[in-house]
């Protein structure tokens, strides 16, 4: 199988858990979500861009190209529209393959409007950034293995409630959301996630290369007042990286 790609670049994570970490990112073609609802989204995801790394890629060029990095996040768009079954065991299999010490954790970050029967079952315990895949079997089986993979849901309109509740080891919630119509998480939702001990962050919407000085207040407020909360502020855009 390959892979469509808008970009692949390195540079520090900028949100969740994980900001600060350098990581390998790339970034998917489409998003069955859209710009139609994300109407204030940020990212170029609707074609390849050659002079930002894009192209189609085997996994394993797209293992090699991240070396040894031990982070490697796969974004979008949506990048559970693809299966990443094929992708997530080349960098399972990178020891072997490039001669890694140890295989890297991979990012997925996704909207939670899908869940493909592949990812996680979520009736078996695991720990966060552990994750079971499953392969396909003979009549129609699934064979499960355990991967280390770490699931951020930024829920979208139509998002699904056992991504966010039972598949996301951490959760953004986008303050004022990213577009203007029904469906957008809320403070409250945030809360509420948080109360059944999900780790949650709050993110202004900001602009496109810039923060939104207003959105990160009205942040800043939400976690002072809400301290179970943690604060996601897009560091990218403070260090005018990608």
Same mark, same amino acid.
């Given at each position: 199988?390959?892979?469509?790609?808008?970009?692949?670049?390195?540079?520090?994570?900028?949100?969740?858990?994980?900001?600060? @970490?350098?990581?390998?990112?790339?970034?998917?073609?489409?998003?069955?979500?859209?710009?139609? =609802?994300?109407?204030?989204?940020?990212? &170029?995801?609707?074609?390849?861009?050659?002079?930002?790394?894009?192209?189609?890629?085997?996994?394993?060029?797209?293992?090699?190209?991240?070396?040894?990095?031990?982070?490697?996040?796969? @974004?979008?768009?949506e /990048?559970?529209?693809?299966?990443?079954?094929?992708?997530?065991?080349?960098?399972? &299999?990178? /020891?072997?393959?490039?001669?890694?010490?140890?295989?890297?954790?991979?990012?997925?970050?996704?909207?939670?409007?899908?869940?493909?029967?592949?990812?996680?079952?979520?009736?078996q315990?695991?720990a966060?950034?552990?994750?079971?895949?499953?392969?396909?079997? /003979?009549?129609? @089986?699934?064979?499960?293995?355990?991967?280390?993979?770490?699931? %951020?849901?930024?829920?979208?309109?139509g998002?699904? /409630?056992?991504?966010?509740?039972?598949?996301?080891?951490? =959760?953004?919630? =986008?303050?004022?959301?990213?577009?203007?119509?029904?469906?957008?998480p %809320? #403070?409250?939702?945030?809360?509420?996630?948080?109360?059944?001990?999900? #780790?949650?962050?709050?993110?202004?919407?900001?602009?496109?290369?810039?923060? &939104?000085?207003?959105?990160l207040?009205?942040?800043?407020?939400?976690?002072?007042?809400?301290?179970? #909360?943690? #604060?996601?502020?897009?560091?990218?855009?403070?260090?005018? @990286?990608?």
């Amino acid at each position: 199988m390959k892979y469509p790609l808008a970009e692949r670049f390195l540079a520090p994570q900028g949100e969740g858990l994980y900001s600060g @970490t350098q990581m390998a990112f790339l970034r998917t073609v489409g998003c069955s979500v859209g710009q139609g =609802i994300c109407t204030h989204c940020d990212t &170029d995801f609707s074609r390849t861009i050659p002079e930002l790394g894009g192209g189609v890629y085997e996994p394993g060029e797209l293992v090699a190209w991240a070396g040894d990095c031990p982070h490697v996040c796969l @974004t979008g768009g949506e /990048p559970l529209d693809r299966d990443l079954r094929p992708l997530l065991t080349a960098f399972a &299999d990178a /020891p072997r393959a490039v001669g890694l010490r140890e295989s890297p954790l991979v990012h997925v970050e996704t909207s939670g409007t899908r869940h493909p029967a592949w990812l996680d079952a979520h009736s078996q315990p695991r720990a966060q950034g552990m994750h079971a895949i499953a392969a396909d079997g /003979p009549n129609g @089986t699934l064979s499960w293995k355990w991967t280390k993979l770490w699931v %951020t849901v930024s829920p979208k309109p139509g998002y699904l /409630p056992e991504m966010v509740e039972h598949v996301a080891d951490e =959760i953004k919630v =986008i303050l004022g959301g990213l577009g203007d119509g029904p469906g957008w998480p %809320t #403070l409250d939702d945030a809360l509420r996630w948080a109360a059944a001990g999900r #780790l949650v962050y709050v993110q202004p919407r900001n602009r496109h290369s810039e923060v &939104d000085g207003d959105n990160l207040r009205e942040a800043l407020k939400a976690v002072a007042a809400h301290p179970q #909360l943690r #604060l996601s502020c897009q560091l990218h855009k403070f260090i005018r @990286t990608r």
